[in-house]
């Protein structure tokens, strides 16, 4: 995005599922930014994302709209792909070309017309550190599996497309290392948006828009009064890993489990 830098995505309000307007005034995104959706099963976070994803102008079922900038979105944001400020990526992003991973990365290279070569090695190097599953230059994208496709798309996203805002949808269960990947998208100024079920997640964020029925119904700031809790869901989530691995590496689990 060199031509046209983005400074901050605004969300306006809608309405809910039964017609009633939303009551935030707006919600402002700006660069290293973490945020959660979260709420029950049809609540409107895919909805959300999807408005924003689509740069929605009251045009959408839920009538929100989204600005760029503070003003209405250019139409090269909208409508040129190679340009597109947002990359979204869900449970269901596969990658159905027959090619290498290098090959992959040299033709969406191509693509986005950047001519450095450079970036290759480092988007592998990259999404090596979010999954514990080796990624090569030579195996195939179709052998890929989800942790290291959903890896390879965020590491993706961060070198090759180099888009402010990377919207998530329910990468959870992908076996990936969540907090390299938040870690990751602050130090490269990026903002994410995580739809998600997972505690860890969502406290780690810092901010955590809840839904219900659609709308939007509550924004909650981390205020660092969740630090406790945070500190012991990271003790859990570092224990499932390793049971994990454990566990597919073939071993009983005799000895105790413990939280650190
Ligand atoms: N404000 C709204 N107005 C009208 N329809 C809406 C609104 N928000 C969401 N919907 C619709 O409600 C349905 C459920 O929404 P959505 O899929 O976004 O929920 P979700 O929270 O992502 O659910 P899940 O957790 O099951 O994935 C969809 O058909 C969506 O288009």
Redo the contacts with the bound molecule.
């Keep these: 995005m060199d031509a046209y830098a983005i400074r901050d995505i605004t969300l306006l309000p809608?309405?809910?599922?039964d017609?009633k307007r939303e009551t935030f005034d707006a919600i402002v995104i700006r660069p290293g930014d973490t945020i959660s959706?979260v709420?029950?099963?049809?609540?409107?976070?895919?909805?959300?994302i999807?408005d924003i994803e689509v740069f929605a102008q009251q045009d959408t079922?839920?009538?929100?709209s989204v600005l760029v900038n503070g003003a209405l979105p250019p139409d090269v944001l909208v409508r040129d792909p190679a340009s597109k400020p947002i990359a979204l990526i869900t449970q269901h992003t596969k990658c159905l070309a027959d090619l290498s991973v290098q090959d992959f990365l040299i033709m969406h290279l191509q693509a986005r017309k950047c001519t450095d070569p450079a970036r290759i090695e480092e988007t592998i190097a990259q999404a090596n550190q979010f999954t514990g599953e080796a990624i090569t230059g030579t195996m195939r994208m179709t052998a890929l599996s989800g942790g290291q496709t959903r890896s390879l798309m965020v590491a993706d996203a961060i070198v090759i497309s180099d888009t402010p805002l990377i919207l998530l949808?329910?990468i959870e269960n992908a076996g990936i290392f969540k907090d390299r990947v938040i870690a990751s998208l602050k130090e490269h100024k990026r903002a994410v948006i995580f739809?998600t079920?997972d505690p860890y997640v969502s406290l780690l964020s810092d901010r955590r828009i809840v839904?219900q029925?659609?709308?939007v119904v509550k924004v909650i700031e981390s205020d660092g009064s969740e630090e406790a809790a945070l500190a012991t869901v990271a003790g859990i989530n570092t224990l499932l890993y390793s049971l994990r691995e454990r566990i597919r590496a073939g071993e009983q689990i005799t000895d105790g489990v413990e939280i650190k």
């Design positions: 809608g309405v809910s599922r017609g959706i709420g029950p099963t049809g609540s409107g976070k895919t909805a959300l999807n079922a839920t009538r929100r949808d329910e739809v079920h839904m029925r659609g709308a």
